[in-house]
């Protein structure tokens, strides 16, 4: 606790700061003083609370929130939060406050990673794999190790689930309102997010891929039995907007991942599994009527035979293999499958294609030895979660006192998400994005609690 006057001399300063704040934006209404006068707090909830400032990263950085809304665009805050978080982590490393450990699987992803760094180096395009290397992948590296060691305890884990959820909505419901007023729509019926200023989201494959990852959350906090009714139905709320949203997506892999996410649930719950996967089938056709698959401009069912979009698909996984098997090792580096395509591919229209595949994109840009590894990290994730749900299942020994549902719900998220991303990744590119490696970290955070907790010392 402060002294009297210590602290009575604190809240002045901070009253005198924000005066000083107010008067200035009176003069200077511009968003650089918002921020200016936002940054104190943000230094402090960060040196005090780096996994609050951790996940306002992630929010920002894989929703791209400050692209669905416009407004918070000139704040830069991913960057702000970039940094924030990196001088949160290195100052609590220094005073040891965050504990540190190592396990196989963050070995298994430090080795993928140095494959990664050394396939950018040698690169044919290396300015294009550099500026995704450190732009994005490294982002994603350093959060991997921070959410791992940052993540504790129960409240931390709930504040996770928390975050993916009201995220996933606030997405959903841009995207449906531009589906609604028929803004930033591709080939007439495809609802985007962002197109016009160049966001991400504005790929309806990209933004299904967005969308699909809350999913898991959102039925783990709607199905896992210890949480209130409003919590259930915000997890119904966030599900449902979120499948609608990659509906109007019309995106294949989006819809497949929708599936996957509900049948991993569905296969814990229903006994008759016969009927399930007949279900899950109707389910599936259902879905794709309503997305309206066969009203695309590509990949419609105006196309005969094997569609343009599929064709163009083929074409592309055809020249990852070929990339693979002349760099083995190394792969043609990270985002250069598009600038290696014409070298290739077996078949030129004109034009590059993107990849269009997890599973090809890894293939290509990092070998055969990337790949490999890169599935060894996907059966660790699956290792994990399938341990750690068992582990915390109610009945599994726990009582009312020891059961803890934001434990069951997170183990539950992690494996229907890997499922969604499985599938989902044979039509999307998710190699190098958030999803897989959220799910990572939280997978070892997840072990690591376990480990704790049997040891008895939580």
């Known amino acids: 606790?402060?002294?009297?006057?210590?602290?009575?001399?604190?809240?002045?300063?901070?009253?005198?700061?924000?005066?000083?704040?107010?008067?200035?934006?009176?003069?200077?209404?511009?968003?650089?003083?918002?921020?200016?006068?936002?940054?104190?707090?943000?230094?402090?909830?960060?040196?005090?609370?780096?996994?609050?400032?951790?996940?306002?990263?992630?929010?920002?950085?894989?929703?791209?929130?400050?692209?669905?809304f416009p407004a918070l665009y000139p704040l830069h805050i991913p960057q702000l939060l970039a940094l924030g978080t990196l001088g949160s982590l290195a100052v609590n490393m220094l005073t040891k406050r965050i504990n540190m450990f190592w396990s196989r699987e963050l070995s298994v992803f430090s080795f993928f990673l140095f494959l990664v760094i050394i396939g950018s180096l040698l690169a044919t395009n290396r300015s294009a794999a550099m500026g995704s290397l450190t732009g994005t992948y490294i982002k994603i590296a350093a959060m991997v190790f921070a959410i791992s060691w940052l993540l504790r305890h129960s409240r931390q884990f709930f504040w996770l689930l928390l975050t993916m959820i009201v995220s996933g909505i606030c997405v959903a419901i841009v995207a449906l309102r531009n589906k609604h007023l028929g803004l930033e729509l591709v080939e007439g019926t495809r609802v985007t997010i962002g197109r016009s200023i160049g966001s991400m989201l504005g790929d309806p494959n990209d933004l299904s891929l967005v969308l699909l990852f809350p999913a898991s959350f959102a039925l783990a906090l709607l199905l896992t039995p210890g949480f209130g009714k409003l919590w259930k139905l915000l997890g119904l709320m966030c599900f449902l907007l979120v499948a609608c949203a990659v509906i109007a997506t019309q995106s294949r892999g989006g819809l497949l991942g929708i599936c996957a996410v509900s049948g991993i649930y569905a296969w814990h719950r229903v006994q008759n599994k016969a009927l399930l996967i007949a279900m899950g089938g109707a389910a599936l056709m259902v879905l794709f009527v309503l997305a309206g698959i066969t009203d695309r401009a590509s990949g419609g069912a105006h196309e005969e035979g094997i569609d343009e979009s599929a064709m163009g698909r083929i074409y592309a996984w055809q020249a990852a293999i070929g990339m693979a098997i002349h760099h083995p090792l190394t792969g043609v580096g990270l985002n250069n499958f598009i600038s290696n395509y014409f070298d290739y591919s077996p078949h030129w229209d004109g034009k590059n294609h993107a990849v269009h595949s997890t599973w090809f994109g890894v293939l290509a840009e990092t070998g055969l030895l990337g790949f490999a590894v890169f599935i060894a990290i996907i059966i660790a994730v699956a290792r994990i979660s399938s341990r750690c749900r068992r582990y915390f299942a109610p009945g599994n020994g726990h009582t009312a006192q020891t059961y803890?549902?934001?434990?069951?719900?997170?183990?539950?998220?992690?494996?229907?998400g890997l499922a969604g991303f499985c599938v989902s990744g044979t039509f999307l590119t998710m190699g190098f994005t958030w999803p897989l490696y959220i799910m990572l970290a939280l997978a070892v955070a997840l072990s690591q609690y376990l480990h704790r907790q049997s040891s008895g010392r939580l």
């Open 1 to 68: 606790m402060l002294p009297v006057n210590r602290r009575r001399t604190q809240i002045m300063l901070a009253g005198s700061f924000l005066l000083l704040i107010a008067l200035v934006w009176v003069k200077v209404p511009s968003p650089l003083i918002a921020a200016i006068a936002l940054l104190p707090a943000c230094l402090a909830a960060g040196l005090q609370m780096p996994f609050l400032l951790c996940l306002a990263f992630i929010a920002f950085s894989f929703f791209r929130l400050h692209e669905v």
């Open 404 to 416: 803890d549902p934001v434990l069951f719900a997170c183990a539950q998220s992690v494996q229907a």
